[in-house]
């Protein structure tokens, strides 16, 4: 692809990412593109997307070097310009990033002479029966330690106000949308439907709903499913429901998630992608849809999502499995697939170039 300029978001206080920066910086200047550092604490306040990537002129390529929050940071800019993103990994348990530091250079080369492939990943986005807001008396409190917090959604003017359907508001969300209780001594009770049908009433420290990039984020925590980063669906766990039915359930992508606080529950925050956005109140209520645009992720060789679970997650092997013996390769990765499963994707990007790290 034609780069024609470059978005930098860092993580600042991590050397390796400010190191990483400079090399950036000498690729752009080498190859005459415009790159300007997005920082999302510029001014002591936080800025919306829009503002962001304006203020950036509108980069078709933004680069995070950080972990997995500085590319969910990344993500949201992105996603707002229909830019791609390149995630640099310098974190120590993500998903989400795709080459080390040392291989920045290189991984800057084959985004511009084209040898990348391009993953296209669901976003979350909502409708409410109101605007989110934080109440000013709870803000200095919420974001004690965290810096500024980022403003409410704004509506948004391309789609209409519904009675029914309730507000559009302009939310992107890579990894999830939880619904959880402010208060430790009091839970929230939230009505959950699928489809406009009522699942369940539940009583729970929060309710989630995740994208399958975000299955192993807080979704994976409260013991929901590992789901490839490649599927379409909607992932809804509850976290330390008092009932029974504490299981996730995976819904298809245009089976929309509603959820509802009741009467006589205690105030209920919405976090976005880890990000306080707004406070809820008994009636209130927030639906979640697959959003009709994806994120744009440059890959640069084979995805590796299971072997980087195992790694990830230091996935051990049963010892009575171990005593039995090494397993040997199931599939040969030197060969092309048989015919029968030359429609396999995984297949037959096997012996593709190997991952920049």
């Not at 795709?98 to 409708?127: F, H, K, N, P, Y």
């Not at 309730?166 to 939880?178: M, P």
């Not at 699928?194 to 009583?203: D, H, P």
């Not at 509603?258 to 009467?263: A, I, K, S, W, Y």
Request: glycine residues 10%; aromatic residues 6%; proline residues 8%.
């Amino acid at each position: 692809m034609t780069v024609g300029r470059v978005g930098l978001v860092v993580h600042g206080g991590r050397s390796e990412a400010v190191e990483a920066a400079r090399v950036v910086r000498a690729w752009c200047e080498e190859y005459a593109v415009p790159c300007t550092d997005i920082d999302v604490w510029n001014e002591g306040e936080r800025h919306s997307a829009h503002e962001e990537v304006e203020a950036a002129g509108d980069p078709d390529l933004i680069v995070t070097l950080g972990g997995d929050g500085t590319f969910l940071r990344g993500a949201r800019l992105a996603a707002q310009n229909d830019a791609l993103v390149l995630g640099v990994d310098l974190g120590r348990v993500g998903f989400l990033t795709e080459v080390s530091a040392a291989g920045v250079r290189a991984a800057l080369d084959a985004v511009r002479e084209e040898r990348l492939a391009i993953d296209s990943r669901m976003l979350l986005t909502l409708r409410a029966s109101r605007r989110l807001e934080v109440p000013a008396d709870m803000e200095a409190w919420v974001k004690y330690g965290r810096g500024p917090l980022l403003p409410p959604p704004q509506v948004r003017p391309d789609c209409e106000v519904d009675a029914e359907w309730g507000i559009a508001l302009n939310v992107t969300a890579l990894n999830d949308i939880v619904l959880e209780k402010l208060a430790r001594d009091r839970q929230v009770s939230v009505g959950v439907y699928i489809s406009g049908r009522l699942l369940a009433s539940y009583s729970a420290d929060a309710l989630l709903v995740a994208t399958p990039t975000g299955s192993t984020a807080y979704s994976f925590a409260a013991g929901g499913p590992v789901v490839s980063p490649r599927a379409e669906a909607l992932v809804f766990t509850p976290v330390a429901p008092h009932m029974a039915f504490d299981r996730s359930v995976v819904t298809a992508p245009d089976e929309p998630v509603g959820l509802r606080v009741l009467e006589r529950s205690g105030p209920a925050a919405v976090s976005i992608d880890g990000q306080l956005r707004g406070v809820l109140g008994p009636g209130d209520w927030i639906g979640v849809y697959a959003a009709p645009r994806r994120l744009r992720a440059a890959r640069l060789g084979p995805m590796d999502f299971y072997g980087r679970l195992r790694e990830r997650m230091n996935l051990t092997d049963a010892p009575a499995a171990v005593a039995d013996g090494s397993p040997a390769p199931l599939w040969s990765v030197t060969s092309p697939p048989p015919g029968d499963l030359a429609h396999l994707s995984f297949l037959t990007t096997a012996d593709g170039p190997p991952p920049l790290r």
